[in-house]
């Protein structure tokens, strides 16, 4: 667990969003912002992943979801909410079947906002977030190890 | 006979950006049936035009889908503009032109990465996607945005490109093509490719027409229809050819999209040969009162846009058809039959948008 800030493992899920800010989360994997420079790698399984990235304001079809997506992933996790939507629903706020943002859901660790959310905001999102979950491993180490 | 399994495919799928769900009936590993279940993105788009007077729908509507952005803002300015009975100064129709096919190239290139991914070629994906980011710093270059940057409006565009920008377009546009060439020759001649899309996915004529396929899925089952010779922007006064292929399989849809790819920047080079010196909007005052269509060539096929206004700022309704839609059903029938190994590569041959899908 100690390396795990070494090779955070990513999962990427589309909330209910324009996927505007998907393909970015997608073009910062690709060689022009290549995020693996960082040891980050995309992973379609939840139990394999440490990162959530979000887009979207979640609709109400969406919301089990994602919700069980999270529950699926290992600790220590961190929740990143990709794009204004992600962050307090932003254009589809007033939308009737929108929940209006992810933390609305989950307990949301980092906010990249931008419509669509640039590639460059993204991966610095991605780096904070990999601080984060060094700190929320050493905070479990010493409340009695990552049993868990 | 064996017995039947149901095997859910999605939402969360890592082929799939984003979530559709599939329940795929199959005996043993024969897919012979396939349920799908949409919603996941539903937004209700449509019914914000009742919160948001129709110059600020703009930016809404272009948020249908972050890949064809651009083509929905123009379709719904054209469809609002044809209610005033507007004609646009003639350079913001050959900037929308110019804008929309580089939106085609930034798609069709997206597609190909995608597809390269869904059969297992990581390196042919990464390849796709870098050519990609070239078109899309042209883009930040001339409106500000990478994917969606409303430089539409009601009466012509927000933003306008200088003759030297147009030229440096162009030149890049001429080194990418031969690039592009080796990068799609590989699609279009690798043997390992080939096994992969050949005789995969077959959807005849009949079934094309019957089944409402649009875009280049109906046109690689050989059906030259193509909105964009309706002469809407400035099309009327460009030559192009509908491109079409007879095979009828995912290898056909691969080559119409690669041809299309060529097809864009030849129509790109004509528009900025032909770009007239004109002002790029016009001032369009009042309420819309009526009501109006616009149908688009948009890199899935055709969509279709309804406006309806009552003289107030607000629209009573604005509507969109989105090509996927009528994709799915065709999707459905080149599933039945293929090996459950086949059913990301098959879904992704649609090219799928499904945030457009679902609004």
């Known amino acids: 667990m100690a390396k795990v800030a070494k090779s955070p493992w990513l999962l990427h899920y589309d909330g209910s969003s324009c996927n505007g800010c998907d393909i970015e989360v997608l073009a910062c994997l690709t060689p022009v912002y290549d995020v ?8 379609g399984n939840p139990k394999h992943a440490d990162i959530l990235l979000i887009t979207g304001g979640i609709n109400s079809q969406n919301k089990p979801v994602v919700e069980q997506l999270y529950s699926q992933m290992p600790s220590p996790k961190v929740v990143v909410a990709v794009g204004i939507c992600a962050c307090n629903g932003g254009v589809f706020k007033e939308c009737y079947n929108i929940l209006g ?40 180490d010493s409340e009695g190890g990552n049993n868990k | ?21 599939l329940d795929l009936v199959l005996e043993d590993e024969k897919v012979v049936d396939a349920v799908p279940k949409i919603g996941y993105i539903h937004r209700g788009l449509e019914k914000l035009v ?34 005033f009975d507007a004609e646009i100064p003639d350079r913001a129709k050959y900037l929308r032109t110019i804008w929309a096919e580089m939106s085609r190239i930034h798609s069709h290139l997206l597609w190909l990465g995608l597809l390269a991914d869904g059969f297992g070629f990581e390196a042919l994906f990464y390849q796709c996607w870098r050519m990609r980011e070239r078109v899309l710093d042209m883009f930040e270059e001339s409106t500000g945005g ?42 279009l001649t690798d043997f390992s490719v080939e096994t992969r899309l050949r005789g995969v996915g077959i959807l005849t004529r009949d079934e094309a027409i019957d089944l409402g396929a649009a875009g280049p899925m109906m046109r690689a089952s050989d059906i030259a229809i193509d909105t964009r010779k309706l002469g809407y922007a400035a099309y009327e006064d460009i030559d192009f050819d509908i491109i079409t292929s007879k095979d009828c399989d995912s290898y056909a849809r691969c080559e119409v999209r690669i041809g299309e790819i060529f097809q864009s920047i030849d129509i790109i080079r004509q528009a900025v040969s032909k770009i ?14 009526g009501e109006a269509f616009a149908r688009m060539e948009q890199p899935r096929g055709e969509a279709i846009y309804y406006v309806r206004g009552n003289g107030t700022k607000f ?19 080149t599933l039945k039959g293929a090996d459950l190994a086949d059913v990301p590569l098959l879904v992704l041959t649609i090219d799928p948008c499904i945030s457009c899908t679902e609004r």
């Open chain 2, 315 to 333: 629209l009573e309704r604005a509507r969109v058809r989105t090509p996927t839609f009528t994709n799915l059903t065709p999707m459905l029938k």
């Open chain 2, 276 to 289: 007239p010196d004109t002002e790029i909007s016009i001032q369009i005052k009042g309420n819309p009162n």
């Open chain 2, 1 to 21: 006979m064996s017995t039947r399994t149901i095997v859910p495919f999605g939402p969360q799928h890592p082929v799939l950006p984003e979530p559709i769900h």
């Open chain 1, 36 to 43: 693996e420079r960082f040891g980050v790698i995309n992973t």
């Open chain 2, 50 to 83: 009742e919160k948001r007077d129709f110059n600020d729908y703009v930016y809404v509507i272009e948020r249908t889908c972050g890949i064809c952005s651009f083509m929905h803002g123009m379709g719904y300015v054209e469809a609002v503009e044809r209610i």
């Open chain 1, 101 to 140: 943002g992810v933390d609305k859901v989950l307990p949301v660790d980092i906010y990249v906002p931008g419509c669509a959310a640039r590639p460059n905001a993204i991966i610095d999102g991605v780096v904070k977030a990999v601080a984060l979950l060094e700190e929320k491993r050493a905070k479990m």
């Open chain 2, 146 to 187: 990478r994917v969606i940057f409303s430089v539409n409006k009601i009466g012509g565009v927000l933003k306008d490109m200088p003759a030297d920008m147009l030229a440096r377009f162009v030149n890049n546009f001429n080194e990418m093509e031969k690039e592009l060439r080796e990068l799609t020759n590989v699609f």
